[in-house]
């Protein structure tokens, strides 16, 4: 059985092929990762990708990734699958629930390919929608990991479409109704159906926690950044008002009903919000686990 041992982290942030951005901005998302290790004194290794998490996996209480492209293989799921059972902890944020895409006769869109690190992360990326403002609801504010936040906040990010592999055994800690004008023309057409939806019809799961032996894993959707030079690398898209530096953050609100148009003053142009979401959460991670 694969041991694991505290006070380090490992962090894979990174896109594909090798060095590319993938539309993300993974300096930023880096840096500021290892920034609040730093803040509590943890050590971590660094990659960006999965070729060689085998070997800091066996020395490391904590993998983190940030991805856009990059996914494990059959045997590195296999080796994360061990280590958490050990006792290990994964923190997946935003396009950890991506892969692989593959392209679609008749369509310019790519599909992702449902592979076994889906299963074990506990999620899968079907499609979002252009970047939004949204209310994101806290599901179980009784749990360590979300206790003290505020009942919701406002964001403005990708809002994502993801389909939980195995409702049973996971424990839903952010959702999020986007609206009716949330859609996707990829749903009916590279998707069936909307798998993402939960069964009221209307909400989405965005963050969740679920145990695997004696560790477990930690997903949030959250967390889109892009620069301007990412930014010009993309199709232009004249409905599309996004700043060319974007960090998805946002802050607390007590408002009830749908906030896919929140209040003036809810939410500030993105180079002047305070980060008051992911960082407490993922700080507790880090002091929790590691």
């Not at 090798?18 to 730093?38: Q, T």
């Not at 076994?116 to 939004?132: K, Q, V």
């Not at 590279?190 to 069964?199: A, F, H, N, Q, V």
């Not at 949030?220 to 301007?228: E, I, S, T, V």
Request: hydrophobic content about 35%.
């Amino acid at each position: 059985m694969t041991e694991t041992k505290s006070g380090r982290a490992h962090l894979i942030a990174g896109g594909f092929p090798p060095g590319a951005s993938a539309g993300h901005n993974h300096d930023y998302a880096r840096l500021r990762l290892l920034g609040l290790l730093a803040e509590q004194d943890v050590a971590a290794s660094v990659a960006n990708d999965f070729a060689d998490v085998e070997r800091w996996l066996p020395v490391s209480r904590l993998l983190i990734t940030y991805v856009a492209g990059p996914y494990p293989d059959a045997a590195q799921c296999r080796a994360i699958q061990r280590w958490l059972e050990a006792g290990g902890r994964w923190l997946g944020l935003h396009g950890t629930s991506g892969g692989r895409a593959e392209r679609v006769e008749g369509s310019r869109q790519r599909r992702t390919v449902k592979t076994e690190h889906h299963a074990l992360l506990g999620s899968y990326f079907l499609t979002h929608p252009p970047i939004c403002k949204f209310r994101v609801d806290v599901s179980a504010s009784d749990r360590r990991l979300t206790r003290g936040l505020a009942p919701s906040f406002v964001v403005e990010d990708e809002p994502y479409f993801i389909e939980l592999q195995d409702p049973a055994s996971t424990h839903i800690l952010l959702t999020a109704d986007y609206g009716p004008d949330a859609t996707s023309p990829t749903i009916g057409t590279l998707y069936p159906s909307d798998t993402s939806l939960r069964p009221d019809g209307k909400t989405r799961v965005l963050g969740y926690t679920r145990e695997v032996g004696k560790g477990g894993v930690t997903y949030f959707a959250l967390g889109h950044c892009h620069n301007p030079a990412i930014r010009a690398s993309r199709t232009v898209d004249p409905t599309d008002t996004t700043p060319l530096t974007f960090e998805a953050r946002g802050r607390p609100t007590r408002s009830s009903g749908c906030c896919a148009t929140p209040s003036p003053g809810v939410l500030e142009t993105s180079t002047r919000q305070e980060d008051t979401v992911t960082p407490p959460v993922t700080m507790r991670i880090f002091s929790d686990y590691v």
